[in-house]
């Protein structure tokens, strides 16, 4: 295209862009259509990526086409493969997609469409598409090295294991988390039960058919599994509807919560062809496929948007999650706008495939915005829900009670209109007993994802298949995280065990594998478990912690980016990485001050013990609790979130202290020390 | 049919077996599966005294060392 053309593209692009802003922005008090939210953030995505994308690569980095990539220099045909751009582009975008961004906009959504809609565009061009672009970069010069190993050299080994005691604890949070979504989806709710529990059968056959029958065709058998998922999801609608088979697949919370933990463990020790692998292939291509079909079906459907711009929430008394928007709702989004775990990614197995340098911003940056649309998607989707419906499904039985009228009175209260009517229709249309207090964003993201489709393929019962297709999707992956992540936890801790006894690091010994997968599993199971039991709901707890965390790592990101920006002297461009990693500190240490101080009993873990503390001292019972030993349990929990909330913290201010040392040291050397792989020339193409 | 049309027919339909080729690698490596025939190039190319894997053997490979250490994955 010619330069002129072009520049007369990009206005009309950003005229359009800021048209959809402004109309979002003017509508107040009456609904919009979504495809206005959709066609801005598509605008904003593209001009940030090709202006500040560009700015970033070509000035603050310095990308260098001329200079080999790890996968030139150490080409093997395995893991080191010079891989064309799109086929990298989906491999990337496949390990970074998760259930974060669906799940994080759906909870944000209590304060309305509006700030979740700005943090997620200006949180993705700023911080998270930043992040994951200058992490490749980073990697990709250093042969490829994980983040821990590049923090460990360039920061040092203390901030290398400071680093690493945060991921481990993350994971965990991470990990309890995603697990008590799939026991909130599946609680009393045979359908769903029946349909995830096909999966373990599916995934077994999926297995063996690729060891024994057909060994490596992997897109045949993903085929033929998902087609069984399919027939799954219908067979669960007969199951629920059979007095007696729905009773064998009905659970409480604790009894799923109970076998997820035992599922986990056995899971991870089981071979990976068994069955993590055949459910990864199941997920990936699920994922994949679900996020496009959804991205069709809205700009299609074209939904109308329920939801009001702001609600009265915004200052923090919202039944969701606890907290004012400053610093919560940015805690909340977590990984639709930036993703501490992306890091992990980026300097994971992407920057082995990398074929150039100059393709590190279509993959890094252009990886994260593709993520934060389908942020915006989920946020879409939580948005066509009537206002009403949407806080029954997510406000805890301790606000709103446990039957239709309590719920609509309690919501009608707060200036939603809500009729019982709604609520039980709502629950016939999509298959289920009650829709009440399903908190975790995803039974709320499968209505909305059902509303909308519905409107591609209507017809009777489609409401029901596709909720219990959606969450399906969520918890498909969701499993496949909790195994994968299961494993990944074990690594660690045999690592860090080994530090102090040697043998604990043999991944062949299956002692040690046992000891660390049952601390593994022991650690998140706990949070689960008390999750599961807290009258609040647990996702109210447990979900910000997990902001909290992966944030923090996002923000160790940072920090290392900044530090390595000093050396390589580039500090003109210093803010590139410095402001989103002074903003994300500034959050994570606001949020993780007020979780711990708070005198409010709804957000302070601390003020929260006491109040129970004094109680239990006088032998009184408080509600929710029902006994002394649920009293003290709650002050237990209360103390250990306390004492994880101050690591998180202490982490990150070790991290910034180190990294100040670092940076000190590398302003005083005349020279560039920045530790780079040495210049190699790329082969000529 | 013309001989023009007949060649334009044919780039057409090479173009779209490019497209369908680099579809099904895409999906290969989301799921951590790069290129065989890439691979069997390289070897091929730059061990040629050296034994090449079947694609069984490959793809077994490829999916221990997918699991082997942790691949990260996303929330």
């Not at chain 1, 999926?206 to 399919?230: D, K, N, T």
């Not at chain 1, 997820?260 to 997920?283: C, Q």
């Not at chain 1, 399903?438 to 909305?448: D, E, F, H, N, Q």
């Not at chain 1, 990693?581 to 601390?606: E, I, Y």
Request: charged share 15%.
């Amino acid at each position: 295209m010619k330069p002129a053309a072009a520049s007369l593209g990009w206005a009309l692009f950003a005229v359009l862009g800021a048209v959809c802003l402004a109309v979002i922005a003017l509508h107040r008090g009456e609904s919009i259509n979504a495809l206005w939210l959709v066609a801005a953030a598509l605008c904003v995505f593209f001009i940030g990526y090709r202006f500040y994308g560009r700015f970033i690569g070509d000035r603050a980095l310095r990308l260098d086409p001329t200079r080999a990539t790890p996968a030139q220099r150490r080409n093997d045909g395995l893991d080191y493969v010079p891989t064309d751009k799109y086929v990298l582009f989906g491999h990337h975008f496949a390990a970074i997609a998760g259930a974060g961004p669906l799940v994080g906009p759906v909870l944000a959504a209590q304060m309305g469409y509006l700030p979740g809609t700005l943090w997620i565009l200006a949180g993705a061009i700023l911080a998270g598409a930043v992040q994951d672009f200058v992490i490749l970069f980073m990697s990709t010069r250093r042969d490829a090295r994980s983040l821990g190993d590049m923090i460990r050299s360039e920061i040092g080994p203390a901030a290398g294991w400071v680093a690493m005691v945060g991921t481990l604890a993350i994971m965990l949070i991470l990990l309890a988390v995603l697990a008590l979504i799939v026991v909130k989806a599946l609680a009393v709710s045979p359908w769903g039960t029946f349909t995830v529990a096909a999966t373990l059968p599916i995934a077994l056959f999926m297995g063996l058919y690729l060891r024994f029958l057909r060994p490596g065709r992997v897109l045949e058998v993903s085929a033929i599994g998902i087609v069984l998922l399919l027939l799954s999801v219908w067979l669960g609608g007969v199951v629920a509807a059979d007095p007696e088979w729905s009773r064998a697949f009905t659970f409480s919370g604790v009894q799923l919560a109970w076998m997820l933990i035992a599922y986990g463990f056995v899971a991870s020790v089981l071979p990976v062809w068994l069955l993590l692998a055949p459910r990864d292939y199941l997920s990936t291509f699920l994922k994949v496929g679900t996020v496009s079909l959804l991205a069709v079906a809205i700009l299609l459907v074209r939904p109308e948007l329920k939801l009001p711009a702001l609600t009265r929430f915004i200052d923090g008394s919202g039944p969701v999650f606890a907290g004012s928007l400053f610093p919560f709702l940015f805690i909340t989004i977590a990984c639709g706008s930036v993703s501490g775990f992306h890091a992990l990614v980026s300097s994971g197995t992407t920057p082995k495939m990398l074929d150039s340098e100059a393709n590190a911003r279509f993959i890094g940056y252009g990886g994260m915005l593709t993520e934060s649309f389908v942020a915006i998607m989920a946020l879409v989707a939580a948005s066509v829900l009537e206002p009403g419906v949407y806080f029954s499904m997510n406000s805890p039985a301790a606000l709103i009670g446990n039957t239709v009228e309590s719920a609509a009175q309690a919501i009608s209260g707060w200036g939603f209109s809500l009729t019982p009517e709604m609520l039980t229709q709502t629950a016939r249309d999509i298959g289920e007993g009650s829709i009440l207090s399903r908190a975790g964003g995803a039974p709320t993201l499968a209505v909305g994802m059902a509303q909308i489709l519905r409107g591609l393929m209507p017809g009777a019962g489609m409401m029901a298949f596709w909720y219990h297709y959606a969450i399906l999707f969520e918890a498909l992956f969701i499993l496949t995280t909790v195994d994968a992540g299961t494993r990944i936890g074990r690594f660690m801790i045999q690592d860090l065990l080994g530090a102090a006894y040697a043998p604990f690091r043999r991944t062949e010994s299956w002692a040690a594998n046992l000891a660390a997968t049952a601390l593994c599993v022991g650690g998140w199971g706990y949070f689960l478990y008390q999750g599961v039991v807290d009258p609040l709901g647990g996702v109210n707890t447990l979900w910000p912690l997990f902001g909290i965390s992966n944030q923090m790592l996002a923000g160790l990101a940072l920090i290392f980016a900044s530090v390595v920006l000093i050396k390589m002297k580039r500090e003109r461009y210093l803010w590139v990485t410095a402001l989103p990693m002074t903003w994300l500190l500034v959050c994570t240490l606001s949020a993780g001050w007020q979780k711990m101080f708070s005198d409010d009993v709804k957000l302070g873990f601390l003020a929260h013990a006491r109040k129970f503390g004094e109680a239990l001292a006088q032998g009184q019972v408080l509600a929710p609790a029902k006994s002394i030993a649920d009293m003290q349990r709650i002050v237990r929990n209360d103390q250990v979130d306390a004492a994880l909330t101050l690591l998180f913290m202490a982490v990150v201010v070790l991290t910034l202290l180190f990294g100040a040392r670092a940076a000190w040291k590398a302003r005083r050397a005349a020279q560039p020390t920045a530790l780079e792989a040495p210049y190699v020339a790329a082969p000529v193409r | 049919m013309s001989p023009r049309l007949s060649a334009s027919l044919q780039s057409l339909a090479g173009r779209l077996r490019a497209f369908a080729h680099k579809l099904e690698q895409t999906a290969h490596l989301a799921v951590g599966v790069p290129d065989y025939q890439g691979y069997v190039a390289h070897r091929r190319a730059h061990h040629p005294d050296e034994p090449v894997m079947s694609y069984e053997e490959f793809f077994r490979e490829r999916l221990a060392s997918r699991y082997r250490r942790g691949s990260s994955r996303c929330c």
